[in-house]
């Protein structure tokens, strides 16, 4: 059956209609009436999880609605303040029924009749919520919720003057594509010393969250936030060694290849020595590439560009924009960075990004789209806990997407020399990208097993680390004292712990599905359907099996890929 973007909105069986949340006061006699009923048959208990299905849905929403409108606009107060109401006044009132629902189930004697094939990676997910949590780390867990989001208010003011002009850094970045060196060196310094000015205040507000975090961690019973982090985030299908052989096999069989890529640039640019603000430049007398003049063009030409690939994909984007589920270009007093925020409700997502007219851009917008058509087809199951798909997944629907819209580009170009130029920056970055995730998966590691780390230890771990993954190919003389704060433009340390390495997995998922996609375009994307639209209820192999995939993270099968995604690039 073909998938339908003609999204619906959750009917409500169990809370009023108009119900809206205002205080913990209207909401909890609601948790209290599914916390305090009888269960006596398994058809009971289905639909006592409909009910509490349907509870989640709501409060999810309108925590995700808060969340939006206020990176939406970071100068408005009373957005943070709605959002920091939530995180401080609902969300730590709803966790000890959240675990006292969890445990109900989980007692329940009905529980063991329930279909083993769909409900087993949701009841083995409330069992790990069951056994991490904590009291004591409610109060935590709402501080933290609300430090994390600073990181966008003190970098959604970050701005630089060029030529008299103000730009958000986002904006600022397509200097960088000029073919004048000077320009591109000026704006590539000014970009980097006003970081350099939030420097103290980025590193304090990191050192705060790792302290609260190990303190989450040690009364869970865990040695350290990464392991704590490793159980909450339900990574049941891989471990910290993994990780440690995905970097390695990064330095062995990714790293050659950046330096190759980075070889030919400067051969192309005709330096001497290529510097960190010659990556993204054309040689002189090669405009940059210019795929859209504004954000309706963005859209327009992304439904252009999806139509082509699967008519249901651009329904999908039609449909958000109905709704007015978009805000895609980049201004002062927005925050940074891109997300699609899945809508439990409603079904059809929101996408958030700040495109500045850049490849970039179109990069973000087709990978957001990918998450997108995620949400849409994963809408249709019975309860909302089924949607909660494991982010390894998430981001091969996202990444697979940028690889698969690759073949319609030309909504965005219309002429052949530029429609080649796009798709070898895109394929650059396929491989470019590796290095970054194990250099940011790497020091996370270190930081949380290393709590009590000074700010001195960090930097030097920092850069240690930095040095073991970077290109051969760029001269960075001189440039430490902005090299050591690199990782503070990563928003992920901040508000997503943890949450990083899940690119570099999915990244080898996505390159998997395009190997089959130029074999048979239809089967790969019946595959990709197939698996998004069993949303969680699969364990991480299976789904990857469904999609026709392998879950390895081993050094061979990555050195496969990297040879795949090379020959591709010698062919253009």
Known sequence: MAPNAAIEKIRRSFLPANFQITNWEALAPWFQ???????????????????????????????????????????????????????????????????QLNKKLV??????????????????????????????????????????????????????????????????????????????????RKIQERRKQDETAMHELYSTLIAKRHQVALNAGFDNYRDYKFKELGRFDYTKEDCFQFHEAVKQHV????????????????????????????PEGIQPL??????????????????????????????????????LESRKGKAPG??????????????????????????????EGGHAVHSFLAHPLSLSAFKEYPMEIAE?????????????WEAFFDNAADLKRAKEHQLERTITIFPWIAIIDQFQHWVYEHPQHSIEERTAEWMKI????????????????????????????????????????????????????????QQALQNYINALSLGGTKTLPELYAAAG???????????????????????L
């Open 290 to 327: 210019k795929p859209f003049t504004d954000g309706k063009d963005l859209y327009e030409k992304t439904v252009q560009c999806f139509d082509q690939l699967n008519p249901f994909f651009a329904d999908c984007l039609r449909k958000m924009n109905e709704l007015k589920h978009f805000d």
């Open 549 to 571: 995939l392998s879950f390895d993270l081993t050094p061979a099968y990555i050195k496969k890929l990297m040879e795949f995604v090379k020959t591709e690039m010698d062919e």
């Open 466 to 521: 930095l040095n073991e993954f970077s290109t051969t190919a760029i001269d960075y003389t001189g440039l430490d004292a902005f090299r050591e704060i690199g990782w503070q433009r990563q928003l992920h340390l901040f508000e997503v712990p943890f949450y990083y390495i899940e690119y570099g997995i999915a990244q080898l998922g996505a390159i998997g599905l395009w190997m089959q996609y130029k074999q048979n375009p």
């Open 33 to 99: 009436q599914v916390a305090n009923r009888p269960i006596n048959s398994k058809e009971e208990l289905e639909h006592w999880l409909k009910d509490i299905s349907e509870l989640e849905a709501v409060v999810s929403e309108d925590a995700c609605w808060r969340q939006i409108k206020m990176t939406c606009d970071t100068t408005d107060k009373s957005l943070e303040e709605a959002f920091t109401y939530f995180c401080m006044e609902i969300q730590p009132k709803l966790q000890p029924y959240a675990d």
């Open 255 to 282: 790293i050659p290849l950046v330096n190759e890529i980075y070889a030919k640039k400067q051969a192309k640019l005709g330096l001497s020595d290529l510097r960190p603000w010659d990556t993204e430049a054309e």
């Open 107 to 188: 007692n329940c004697p009905f529980t063991a009749e329930l279909d083993p094939q769909q409900y087993h990676t949701y009841l083995r997910s409330v069992q790990k919520s069951i056994d991490i949590f904590r009291e004591t780390n409610i109060p935590l867990q709402a501080e933290l919720s609300v430090l994390q989001q600073q990181y966008g208010a003190i970098a959604g003011k970050m701005t630089v003057e060029v030529d008299g002009q103000e730009y958000t850094l986002q904006q600022a970045a397509k200097f960088l594509e000029n073919s004048n060196r000077n320009i591109r060196e000026n704006v590539y």
């Open 338 to 367: 891109g997300y699609n925020c899945p809508l439990a409700e409603s079904g059809a997502p929101f996408i958030f990004m700040n495109a500045a007219g850049q490849m970039s851009d179109v990069t973000t917008m087709v990978h």
């Open 396 to 408: 091969v629907a996202s990444m697979a997407m940028e690889l698969f819209s690759m073949n319609h």
